[in-house]
């Protein structure tokens, strides 16, 4: 494959991106030409350069078109194993990419007093103020998840703040995937009734919680509920959650702001006021439809007709969902807010009381880039400092095109799922240094290393 080098230069920006993004060891890219590398710079600068200037147009005319675009072949772009870096938030160590949501990166993390491993949210103040009431539903998330404690809710165990990078990072318990990341991986796009009864039960026992401290989620569905590696629930994403006042009568609410597809009859219709709990156990019920069914209760091509639908409040149960499980989506999903079935009754229902038969393999929680097991990612950062040796000749480093270093992960990933071992670490670097069990390593004051 060639490309126009012009688009070269746009790709290489966002390839880095994305290879930094899939935590591929790869940042630095090199060209086999040296005048290659000058063009580029020369490229670079002249787009860097103030477009305002009056000499701007004038350079970019006189330049020589044909200097800089020009063909590349892509095997001749080759790539330089990047140094992995040990960096340091306060006590914890930066792992790799976990996700990213809509307002920052979530990344691997390990805390170097407890060894636990963590998730850690990177928020970007300047990235916040961008988004509508970005700010505003940080605020409200953060001070949420100070006070709520539950075994169903995703904890937030440190908040740490970078005043000069305008940098706020949301330390919290380590999770291995969503309930909606099971769902796309798996061919049916749903659960066996056993494994969602398992999560349902857990969701309504999260619930429960918040609607003891007053707090309405308003955006439960399954892209915010959380897995750990022992299978717990975790309701997540408390953004646009509102507590009810200390001194309410009732649940009131005024705004919705969750997910079109799961919002309930009484907001797609635009009532002004509603009650909020009412609100989540509709999400709840549409999110129980949806990993039982691989479906969803309402649908519609556009936000309109899609709450034109929700707001009749009519729809259909596939022939494939029997009792108990049919009058319990049916009683959750009731139009009217005051006959919708309230927590008392969703847990006194047949299907809630009794687990479904165990009737086929478990949905299972999908890879992370590759990796069936999840492994922490912090390893061979630690590895690297503290193996590193500091006499190896540093002109001694090697390159690869990208074929080959998509061949090397490939070989990885499949020597480790033949060995089947779990903790047997992948780093190159671990089988030819590893002296002593990186499990005993204490992290604490790390000399040199790149504290943040
Ligand atoms: N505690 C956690 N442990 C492990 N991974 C997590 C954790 N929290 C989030 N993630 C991963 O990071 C990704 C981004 O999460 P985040 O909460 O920022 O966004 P989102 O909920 O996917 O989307 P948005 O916030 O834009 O609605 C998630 O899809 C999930 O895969």
């Known amino acids: 494959?060639?490309?126009?080098?012009?688009?070269?230069?746009?790709?290489?920006?966002?390839?880095s991106a994305d290879i930094s993004d899939q935590e591929r060891e790869v940042t630095n890219v090199i060209f086999n030409s040296k005048d290659e590398v000058n063009s580029i710079e020369d490229e670079e600068n002249l787009f860097i350069n103030d477009p305002n200037n009056a000499d701007f147009d004038d350079d970019l005319e006189n330049l020589n078109i044909a200097n800089f675009f020009h063909k590349v072949d892509s095997d001749q772009i080759i790539y330089q194993k990047k140094k992995r870096r040990l960096k340091l938030i306060g006590k914890y160590v930066m792992g790799d990419l976990l996700g990213e949501g809509a307002y920052g990166k979530v990344k691997d993390m390990l805390d170097s007093e407890t060894l636990c491993r963590r998730a850690v949210k990177i928020l970007k103040q300047r990235k916040l103020r961008r988004i509508p009431n970005g700010e505003l539903n940080v605020q409200r998330e953060i001070k949420l998840l100070k006070k709520l404690k539950h075994k169903n809710l995703i904890n937030l165990v440190d908040l740490l703040y970078n005043h000069e990078k305008e940098k706020m990072y949301l330390i919290m318990e380590y999770c291995v995937g969503s309930l909606q990341g099971m769902l796309d991986?798996?061919?049916?796009?749903?659960?066996?009734?056993?494994?969602?009864?398992?999560?349902?039960?857990?969701?309504?026992?999260?619930?429960?919680?918040?609607?003891?401290?007053?707090?309405?989620?308003?955006?439960?569905?399954?892209?915010?509920?959380?897995?750990?590696?022992?299978?717990?629930?975790?309701?997540?994403?408390?953004?646009?959650?509102?507590t009810i006042d200390l001194f309410a009568k009732d649940d009131i609410c005024y705004i919705g702001q969750g997910s079109p597809a799961f919002q309930p009859p009484e907001i797609a219709n635009g009532l002004d006021c509603?009650?909020?709990?009412?609100?989540?156990?509709?999400?709840?019920?549409?999110?129980?439809?949806?990993?039982?069914?691989?479906?969803?209760?309402?649908?519609?091509?556009?936000?309109?007709?899609?709450?034109?639908?929700?707001?009749?409040?009519?729809?259909?149960?596939?022939?494939?969902?029997?009792?108990?499980?049919?009058?319990?989506?049916?009683?959750?999903?009731?139009?009217?807010?005051?006959?919708?079935?309230?927590?008392?009754?969703?847990?006194?229902?047949?299907?809630?009381?009794?687990?479904?038969?165990?009737?086929?393999?478990?949905?299972?929680?999908?890879?992370?880039?590759?990796?069936?097991?999840h492994k922490m990612t912090v390893f061979p950062y630690l590895v690297e400092h503290y193996y590193h040796d500091p006499n190896e000749n540093s002109s001694d480093v090697q390159y690869f095109t990208e074929h080959e270093l998509n061949e090397m992960e490939k070989s990885r990933v499949d020597s480790e799922y033949s060995n089947g071992n779990a903790n047997q670490s992948s780093s190159k670097h671990n089988r030819r240094r590893s002296k002593k069990p990186v499990s005993c390593i204490s992290v604490k004051n790390f000399p040199g290393c790149n504290q943040s």
């Not at 409040?313 to 022939?319: A, K, R, S, T």
């Open 1 to 15: 494959m060639s490309r126009d080098m012009c688009n070269t230069s746009k790709s290489l920006d966002s390839e």
């Open 185 to 242: 991986a798996s061919p049916d796009k749903k659960f066996p009734q056993y494994q969602a009864h398992d999560y349902f039960l857990q969701l309504i026992d999260g619930l429960e919680y918040l609607h003891s401290m007053r707090v309405v989620h308003k955006d439960i569905k399954p892209g915010n509920l959380l897995l750990t590696l022992e299978g717990d629930l975790k309701i997540t994403d408390l953004g646009v959650a509102e």
């Open 274 to 373: 509603f009650s909020g709990f009412k609100v989540d156990i509709w999400s709840s019920g549409v999110t129980l439809y949806n990993i039982t069914t691989g479906l969803y209760p309402f649908e519609g091509g556009t936000i309109f007709r899609l709450f034109e639908t929700i707001g009749k409040g009519d729809f259909d149960i596939p022939n494939d969902i029997a009792e108990p499980l049919r009058s319990l989506l049916v009683g959750m999903l009731r139009k009217d807010p005051e006959m919708r079935f309230s927590l008392r009754q969703i847990r006194q229902h047949a299907w809630f009381i009794s687990r479904p038969p165990c009737s086929s393999p478990p949905v299972p929680i999908p890879p992370l880039r590759d990796d069936a097991l």
